[in-house]
Protein backbone atom coordinates (compact mmCIF):
# COMPACT_ATOMS: atom_id res chain seq x y z
CA UNK A 1 0.00 0.00 0.00
CA UNK A 2 2.37 2.48 1.50
CA UNK A 3 5.15 1.69 -1.62
CA UNK A 4 2.45 2.18 -3.84
CA UNK A 5 1.61 5.67 -2.74
CA UNK A 6 5.34 6.58 -3.23
CA UNK A 7 5.42 4.97 -6.52
CA UNK A 8 2.50 6.71 -7.66
CA UNK A 9 3.64 10.32 -6.10
CA UNK A 10 7.20 9.58 -8.10
CA UNK A 11 5.02 9.40 -11.40
CA UNK A 12 3.00 12.38 -10.44
CA UNK A 13 5.89 15.14 -9.53
CA UNK A 14 7.82 13.59 -12.70
CA UNK A 15 4.94 14.51 -14.75
CA UNK A 16 4.15 17.94 -12.59
CA UNK A 17 7.76 18.96 -13.43
CA UNK A 18 8.06 18.71 -16.65
CA UNK A 19 10.19 21.63 -18.34
CA UNK A 20 11.31 22.73 -15.09
CA UNK A 21 14.38 25.24 -14.15
CA UNK A 22 17.15 22.39 -14.16
CA UNK A 23 17.83 23.48 -10.41
CA UNK A 24 14.64 22.61 -9.05
CA UNK A 25 13.50 19.86 -11.59
CA UNK A 26 12.67 16.24 -11.20
CA UNK A 27 16.34 15.20 -10.23
CA UNK A 28 16.90 18.01 -7.40
CA UNK A 29 13.44 16.15 -5.98
CA UNK A 30 15.13 12.59 -6.70
CA UNK A 31 19.09 13.63 -4.41
CA UNK A 32 16.64 15.04 -2.08
CA UNK A 33 14.36 12.07 -1.63
CA UNK A 34 17.59 10.06 -1.40
CA UNK A 35 19.17 12.52 0.85
CA UNK A 36 16.23 12.37 3.08
CA UNK A 37 16.21 8.68 3.39
CA UNK A 38 20.01 8.31 3.74
CA UNK A 39 19.23 11.19 7.21
CA UNK A 40 16.00 9.12 8.34
CA UNK A 41 17.93 6.23 8.93
CA UNK A 42 19.37 7.60 12.11
CA UNK A 43 16.23 9.06 13.41
CA UNK A 44 12.91 8.25 15.26
CA UNK A 45 10.45 9.34 12.10
CA UNK A 46 7.04 8.78 9.82
CA UNK A 47 9.17 7.17 7.10
CA UNK A 48 6.07 7.49 5.16
CA UNK A 49 5.54 11.45 5.85
CA UNK A 50 9.56 12.09 5.26
CA UNK A 51 9.41 10.69 1.66
CA UNK A 52 5.84 11.96 0.75
CA UNK A 53 7.30 15.59 1.62
CA UNK A 54 10.45 15.40 -0.15
CA UNK A 55 8.81 14.13 -2.93
CA UNK A 56 5.71 17.28 -3.36
CA UNK A 57 8.06 19.59 -1.58
CA UNK A 58 8.93 22.02 -4.65
CA UNK A 59 5.58 20.92 -6.49
CA UNK A 60 4.43 24.24 -7.26
CA UNK A 61 7.77 26.90 -6.26
CA UNK A 62 5.95 30.07 -5.83
CA UNK A 63 9.09 31.50 -7.71
CA UNK A 64 7.69 29.61 -10.56
CA UNK A 65 4.38 30.74 -9.76
CA UNK A 66 3.91 34.29 -9.64
CA UNK A 67 4.50 34.08 -5.93
CA UNK A 68 1.80 32.09 -4.98
CA UNK A 69 2.09 30.65 -1.93
CA UNK A 70 -0.83 28.15 -1.68
CA UNK A 71 -0.54 26.46 -4.82
CA UNK A 72 2.01 24.04 -4.30
CA UNK A 73 -0.48 23.06 -0.87
CA UNK A 74 -3.72 23.07 -2.99
CA UNK A 75 -2.16 20.67 -5.50
CA UNK A 76 -0.25 18.34 -2.94
CA UNK A 77 -3.11 18.33 -0.79
CA UNK A 78 -5.82 17.26 -3.61
CA UNK A 79 -3.28 14.83 -4.69
CA UNK A 80 -3.19 12.87 -1.94
CA UNK A 81 -6.43 13.14 -0.97
CA UNK A 82 -7.00 11.36 -4.92
CA UNK A 83 -4.44 8.38 -2.79
CA UNK A 84 -7.08 7.88 -0.08
CA UNK A 85 -3.89 9.33 2.58
CA UNK A 86 -5.30 9.66 6.08
CA UNK A 87 -6.19 13.28 7.07
CA UNK A 88 -3.33 12.94 9.86
CA UNK A 89 -0.69 12.37 7.25
CA UNK A 90 -1.90 14.96 4.74
CA UNK A 91 -1.76 17.39 7.53
CA UNK A 92 1.76 16.40 8.57
CA UNK A 93 2.92 16.57 4.35
CA UNK A 94 1.34 20.18 4.01
CA UNK A 95 2.59 21.55 7.10
CA UNK A 96 6.70 20.46 5.61
CA UNK A 97 5.77 21.89 2.37
CA UNK A 98 4.54 24.83 4.21
CA UNK A 99 7.62 25.99 6.24
CA UNK A 100 10.77 24.04 4.78
CA UNK A 101 11.77 27.01 2.77
CA UNK A 102 14.52 29.15 3.53
CA UNK A 103 13.30 32.65 2.94
CA UNK A 104 10.24 32.10 5.31
CA UNK A 105 12.81 31.11 7.86
CA UNK A 106 11.83 33.73 10.18
CA UNK A 107 8.28 32.99 10.11
CA UNK A 108 8.38 29.18 11.25
CA UNK A 109 7.15 27.82 14.56
CA UNK A 110 9.41 27.47 17.08
CA UNK A 111 9.61 23.79 17.82
CA UNK A 112 9.74 21.64 14.95
CA UNK A 113 9.02 17.79 13.81
CA UNK A 114 11.53 15.68 13.10
CA UNK A 115 9.75 14.90 9.95
CA UNK A 116 10.30 18.58 8.96
CA UNK A 117 13.81 19.13 10.17
CA UNK A 118 14.92 16.06 7.82
CA UNK A 119 13.29 16.87 4.94
CA UNK A 120 14.84 20.64 5.48
CA UNK A 121 18.45 19.53 5.49
CA UNK A 122 18.23 17.53 3.14
CA UNK A 123 16.79 20.27 0.61
CA UNK A 124 19.31 22.45 2.38
CA UNK A 125 22.43 19.47 1.25
CA UNK A 126 21.54 20.09 -2.17
CA UNK A 127 21.65 23.76 -2.20
CA UNK A 128 25.61 23.20 -1.11
CA UNK A 129 28.24 21.64 -2.71
CA UNK A 130 29.14 21.10 -6.28
CA UNK A 131 25.74 20.82 -7.05
CA UNK A 132 24.92 23.58 -5.17
CA UNK A 133 27.12 25.90 -6.86
CA UNK A 134 25.86 24.14 -10.26
CA UNK A 135 22.29 24.61 -9.31
CA UNK A 136 22.98 28.43 -8.26
CA UNK A 137 24.82 29.28 -11.43
CA UNK A 138 21.76 27.26 -13.68
CA UNK A 139 19.44 29.66 -11.90
CA UNK A 140 21.26 32.70 -12.21
CA UNK A 141 21.49 32.45 -15.52
CA UNK A 142 17.67 31.46 -16.03
CA UNK A 143 17.34 34.93 -14.35
CA UNK A 144 19.77 36.32 -16.37
CA UNK A 145 21.81 37.49 -13.42
CA UNK A 146 25.23 38.95 -13.35
CA UNK A 147 27.41 36.24 -12.28
CA UNK A 148 29.58 38.83 -10.08
CA UNK A 149 30.01 42.21 -10.20
CA UNK A 150 33.05 43.69 -7.88
CA UNK A 151 31.11 46.67 -7.06
CA UNK A 152 27.21 45.15 -6.36
CA UNK A 153 27.99 44.12 -2.10
CA UNK A 154 26.03 40.76 -0.83
CA UNK A 155 23.06 41.85 1.59
CA UNK A 156 22.89 40.22 4.58
CA UNK A 157 20.00 40.22 6.86
CA UNK A 158 17.66 40.68 3.98
CA UNK A 159 13.77 40.61 4.48
CA UNK A 160 11.73 38.24 3.00
CA UNK A 161 10.38 40.89 0.56
CA UNK A 162 14.22 41.76 -0.24
CA UNK A 163 15.36 37.85 -0.81
CA UNK A 164 12.57 37.00 -3.08
CA UNK A 165 13.40 40.05 -5.55
CA UNK A 166 16.82 40.52 -4.56
CA UNK A 167 18.46 41.03 -8.26
CA UNK A 168 22.12 40.65 -6.88
CA UNK A 169 24.62 38.69 -8.48
CA UNK A 170 25.23 34.63 -8.77
CA UNK A 171 28.23 35.29 -6.16
CA UNK A 172 26.71 37.14 -3.68
CA UNK A 173 24.19 34.52 -3.18
CA UNK A 174 26.83 32.32 -1.70
CA UNK A 175 27.12 34.85 0.82
CA UNK A 176 23.69 35.63 1.01
CA UNK A 177 22.44 32.31 1.40
CA UNK A 178 24.64 29.04 0.39
CA UNK A 179 27.51 29.44 2.95
CA UNK A 180 25.10 30.09 6.14
CA UNK A 181 23.57 26.70 5.53
CA UNK A 182 25.95 25.17 7.20
CA UNK A 183 25.35 26.32 10.96
CA UNK A 184 21.44 25.43 9.93
CA UNK A 185 21.48 22.15 9.77
CA UNK A 186 19.23 19.87 12.34
CA UNK A 187 20.70 16.46 12.43
CA UNK A 188 24.26 14.86 12.81
CA UNK A 189 24.12 13.50 9.73
CA UNK A 190 23.59 16.60 7.30
CA UNK A 191 25.91 18.72 9.71
CA UNK A 192 28.22 16.22 8.91
CA UNK A 193 27.68 16.14 5.19
CA UNK A 194 27.15 20.00 5.06
CA UNK A 195 31.12 20.47 6.12
CA UNK A 196 32.27 18.92 3.55
CA UNK A 197 30.31 20.78 0.71
CA UNK A 198 30.73 24.03 2.90
CA UNK A 199 34.76 23.49 2.64
CA UNK A 200 34.07 22.79 -1.16
CA UNK A 201 32.42 26.33 -1.86
CA UNK A 202 35.21 28.29 -0.15
CA UNK A 203 37.18 26.51 -2.38
CA UNK A 204 35.47 27.09 -5.17
CA UNK A 205 34.88 31.03 -4.56
CA UNK A 206 38.78 31.50 -3.43
CA UNK A 207 39.62 30.18 -7.22
CA UNK A 208 37.28 32.72 -9.19
CA UNK A 209 38.25 35.32 -7.45
CA UNK A 210 41.59 34.35 -8.27
CA UNK A 211 40.65 33.60 -11.90
CA UNK A 212 38.91 36.59 -12.05
CA UNK A 213 41.34 38.93 -11.09
CA UNK A 214 44.10 36.91 -13.34
CA UNK A 215 46.34 37.37 -10.29
P1 LIG B 1 14.18 27.64 -0.79
O1 LIG B 1 13.83 26.66 -1.92
O2 LIG B 1 14.71 27.00 0.44
O3 LIG B 1 13.14 28.70 -0.54
P2 LIG B 1 15.47 29.33 -2.58
O4 LIG B 1 14.26 29.18 -3.41
O5 LIG B 1 15.85 30.67 -2.13
O6 LIG B 1 15.41 28.38 -1.34
O7 LIG B 1 16.65 28.74 -3.39
C1 LIG B 1 16.73 27.43 -3.94
C2 LIG B 1 17.95 27.38 -4.85
O8 LIG B 1 17.72 28.21 -6.00
C3 LIG B 1 19.20 28.00 -4.21
O9 LIG B 1 19.87 27.10 -3.39
C4 LIG B 1 19.98 28.41 -5.42
O10 LIG B 1 20.63 27.34 -6.03
C5 LIG B 1 18.89 28.93 -6.33
N1 LIG B 1 18.67 30.37 -6.10
C6 LIG B 1 17.68 30.98 -5.42
N2 LIG B 1 17.83 32.34 -5.44
C7 LIG B 1 18.95 32.58 -6.17
C8 LIG B 1 19.65 33.76 -6.62
N3 LIG B 1 19.23 34.97 -6.28
N4 LIG B 1 20.77 33.59 -7.36
C9 LIG B 1 21.20 32.35 -7.71
N5 LIG B 1 20.59 31.22 -7.35
C10 LIG B 1 19.48 31.30 -6.59
NI1 LIG C 1 13.92 22.00 -3.02
Redesign the pocket.
Known amino acids: MTENLIQNTVAFVQEQLKGAEA ?2 DWFHIERVWKLSKKIAVNENCNLDVVELAALLH ?1 IA ?1 P ?1 FHAGDETLALKIAGKFLESQNGSPEMIAQVLFIIKN ?5 RDEVPAVLPIELKIVQDA ?2 ID ?1 IGAI ?1 IA ?6 GF ?1 N ?1 LMYHPEIAPKLNMTKEE ?1 KK ?1 E ?1 T ?1 IN ?1 FY ?3 LLLKDLMHTETAKALAQERHDFMLKFLSEFEKEWNVS
Open positions: GHDDKISFKNDRAGRTFNFGKNYSGTHEKL
